[in-house]
């Protein structure tokens, strides 16, 4: 049973910007903490951005992204979208749409007990 669906991502020169969007199932989307993680060859999985979907919208951004990537919902279709922009070949990197529970707000380690995970969707930005 899929329970998050993934979109988005590709190739991009440095600079520019992709739209990532995951839709999740009603029983996922209760987890109430979703985001993106990241994961590139030989490198552990980090978590990107996160938003809880329970109310108020509080928001995590690793450090990397902060000021480039934003993350936002639209509840009535139970999705989750991460807007990239100013990519670096630094971004370049596998990126999995997850959901985790949460009471109340997304920490910055709030993927090691996500639920549900998505396929994965390439990012590759070149200089």
């Known amino acids: 049973q899929v329970q998050l669906v993934e979109s988005g991502g590709g190739s991009v020169q440095a600079g520019g910007s992709l739209r990532l969007s995951c839709a999740a199932s009603a029983y996922t989307y209760s987890y109430r903490c979703m985001g993106w993680v990241l994961q590139t060859p030989g490198k552990e999985r980090e978590g990107v951005a996160a938003?809880?979907?329970?109310?108020?919208?509080?928001?995590y951004y690793a450090d990397s992204v902060k000021g480039r990537f934003t993350i936002s919902q639209d509840n009535a279709k139970k999705t989750v979208y991460l807007q990239m922009n100013s990519l670096n070949p630094d971004d370049t990197a596998m990126y999995y749409c997850?959901?985790?529970?949460?009471?109340?707000?997304?920490?910055?380690?709030?993927?090691?007990?996500?639920?549900?995970w998505g396929q994965g969707t390439q990012v590759t930005v070149s200089s």
């Open positions: 938003i809880y979907t329970g109310g108020g919208s509080s928001t």
């Open positions: 997850a959901a985790a529970p949460s009471l109340g707000f997304c920490s910055g380690s709030w993927y090691s007990g996500a639920g549900s």
